[in-house]
C-alpha cells in the first residue's frame, strides 16, 4: 500500500489511472487477493470457498491457484500494479464480487478484513461506496 502511494506521489498523473486489463488476464494476481483475505477470516475456508465462487461466476473458466501466505504485504505487494491495470468495470466487478462473497458466506467479517478490504480499494483507486 505504501509503494502505492509513494508511486501516486511521484506521478499524480498516473495515480487515478485505470488500465484496459480484464479479470482473466490476471488470475494469479486476483487468486492472491482472495487468499490473502481469506486468511485473515474467523472460518478461512468457507471464506476461502466463498471467495472463488463468486470470482468463477464473474470470471469465465476461472481456474484459482490458492495458496496461503505468510507475508500478506510482500504477496499483495507484487499484485497491486497488475490489480490497478484492471478498466473501471472490471474493478467494479472484483469489488462486487468480494462484497457479495463475504455477505452469502454468513461469517462475520473481522477487523482485519475490512481493513484490506479498504486497502484493497484505495490501492486499485475505486471508492468505498456507503450506503
Known amino acids: 500500500m505504501l509503494a502505492v502511494q509513494i508511486n501516486d506521489y511521484k506521478n499524480p498523473g498516473r495515480s487515478?489511472?485505470?488500465g484496459d486489463n480484464n479479470l482473466k488476464?490476471?488470475?494469479i494476481a486476483v487468486t492472491t487477493l482472495v487468499s490473502v483475505l481469506s486468511q485473515f477470516s474467523t472460518s478461512p475456508e468457507l471464506?476461502?470457498?466463498a471467495y472463488l465462487l463468486e470470482l468463477s461466476n464473474a470470471i469465465p473458466?476461472?481456474?484459482p491457484v490458492y495458496k496461503s501466505y505468510q507475508s500478506f504485504q510482500q504477496a499483495l505487494d507484487a499484485?497491486?500494479?497488475k490489480l490497478n491495470s484492471l478498466s473501471l468495470l472490471q474493478k467494479k466487478i472484483l469489488i462486487d464480487s468480494i462484497e457479495k462473497a463475504e455477505i452469502n458466506s454468513n461469517i462475520t467479517q473481522t477487523t482485519e478484513q475490512r481493513e484490506i478490504f479498504r486497502t484493497i480499494c484505495a490501492s486499485i483507486h475505486v471508492p468505498i461506496?456507503?450506503?
Open 16 to 18: 487515478i489511472m485505470h
Open 25 to 27: 488476464n490476471i488470475e
Open 47 to 49: 471464506s476461502k470457498n
Open 61 to 63: 473458466n476461472f481456474k
Open 79 to 81: 499484485s497491486w500494479i
Open 129 to 131: 461506496l456507503v450506503n
